[in-house]
């Protein structure tokens, strides 16, 4: 499967943004969708994950509370909402899906996305 990352941009402090990750195909079921951010001269994190074909969803400590993780069966499309942005939150959004391990913040997931930059000002 393909995925096209989109939505990033620049944006005040306490400012939204709401990314997008369009799928090529519809993801199986059984496939975890996450989104990873890896800042300047920082390693690749994990931030959300949704499994495509149940209601769970897992967060970052730093992003509980302010970004939402969702999904639209109809556009094979998941979406990360980002609220209350701070300087912090600067850096290249990576979606990514099928996560080959049990834990979906680890980076094992067998496709990814090209990165969208997401830039903060204060």
């Known amino acids: 499967v393909q995925l096209q990352a989109s939505g990033g941009g620049l944006v005040q402090a306490g400012g939204s943004l709401r990314l997008s990750c369009a799928a090529s195909r519809r993801p199986l079921r059984s496939y975890t969708m996450a989104w990873f951010r890896q800042a300047p001269g920082k390693e690749r994190e994990f931030v959300a994950a949704?499994?495509?074909?149940?209601?769970?969803?897992y967060y970052a400590d730093a992003v509980k509370g302010r970004f939402t993780i969702n999904r639209d069966y109809g556009k094979n499309t998941v979406y990360l909402q980002m609220n209350s942005l701070k300087p912090e939150d600067t850096a290249v959004y990576y979606c990514a899906a099928q996560s080959l391990s049990s834990n979906p913040t680890r980076h094992d997931y067998g496709y990814w996305g090209q990165g969208t930059l997401v830039t903060v000002s204060s």
């Open positions: 949704i499994r495509w074909g149940g209601d769970n969803t």
